[in-house]
């Protein structure tokens, strides 16, 4: 059974860092492009970054240059290191393959304010 548990977000300033973590269970991690999404509040969710099976990144425009996926093959994890970060980024934010293939997981709340 797959699961996807996102932790790390919370009530950040904006300019300020989080770091959020996505461990993967039920599945074998290293086949997969990896991907962190956001839903905020009315909103689409949207594909944040991505990063793929040889380390290839990609990001959305309005996150390039302030956000790093990386990936740890041996912990079946996913990292999104958020820096610099804006009001517009509070969201949910979740991971999943690169197609969005699994089951979502419960997400965390990333909060930008003052």
């Known amino acids: 059974q797959v699961q996807l548990v996102e932790s790390g977000g919370g009530l950040v300033q904006p300019g300020g860092s989080l770091r959020l973590s996505c461990a993967a269970s039920?599945?074998?991690?290293?086949?997969?492009?990896w991907a962190w999404y956001r839903q905020a509040p009315g909103k689409q969710r949207e594909l944040v970054a991505s990063?793929?099976?040889?380390?290839?990144?990609d990001y959305a425009d309005s996150v390039k240059g302030r956000f790093t996926i990386s990936r740890d093959n041996r912990k079946s994890t996913v990292y999104l290191q958020m820096n610099s970060a804006q009001p517009e980024d509070t969201a949910v934010y979740y991971c999943?393959?690169?197609?969005?293939?699994?089951?979502w997981g419960q997400g965390t709340q990333v909060t930008v304010s003052s």
């Open positions: 999943n393959t690169g197609t969005a293939s699994k089951p």
């Open positions: 990063i793929r099976r040889d380390d290839y990144t």
């Open positions: 039920g599945t074998i991690f290293t086949l997969y492009t």
